[in-house]
Nanobody, 124 residues
Framework: QVQLVESGGGLVQAGGSLRLSCAAS????????MGWFRQAPGKEREFVAA????????YYADSVKGRFTMSRDNAKNTMYLQMNSLKPEDTAVYYC?????????????????WGQGTQVTVSS
């Protein structure tokens, strides 16, 4: 059974930074595309970023492009989301997820394993 555990969330002022981590269990982490999603209260879960299996290509939602950077360390079975210049509208629960396809999908249905989520709150 695959387990994904996020950490690094918290409360930060607008303009600040946070770094999220997602640790994965199992030996096949490097075989899968991985993604970050977020869900704000009353809103649908939305795509934030994805990374290919080797970590050489990343994909971002327009709303975070230029501010967020996703990376992975396959030797540590861990991926990261560096979030800079945070805005109040970035407030949400952030989830890491493992893809069930070989491409970096933008839909929640493209992912079949999810972490429990970590809260990010950005104050104005």
């Amino acid at each position: 059974q695959v387990q994904l555990v996020e950490s690094g969330g918290g409360l930060v002022q607008a303009g600040g930074s946070l770094r999220l981590s997602c640790a994965a269990s199992g030996r096949t982490f490097s075989s899968y595309v991985m993604g970050w999603f977020r869900q704000a209260p009353g809103k649908e879960r939305e795509f934030v970023a994805a990374i290919n299996r080797r970590g050489g290509r990343t994909y971002y939602a327009d709303s975070v492009k230029g501010r967020f950077t996703m990376s992975r360390d396959n030797a540590k079975n861990t991926m990261y989301l560096q979030m800079n210049s945070l805005k109040p509208e970035d407030t949400a629960v952030y989830y890491c997820a493992r893809s069930n396809t070989l491409v970096a999908g933008h839909r929640p249905d493209d992912y079949n394993y999810w972490g429990q989520g970590t809260q990010v709150t950005v104050s104005s």
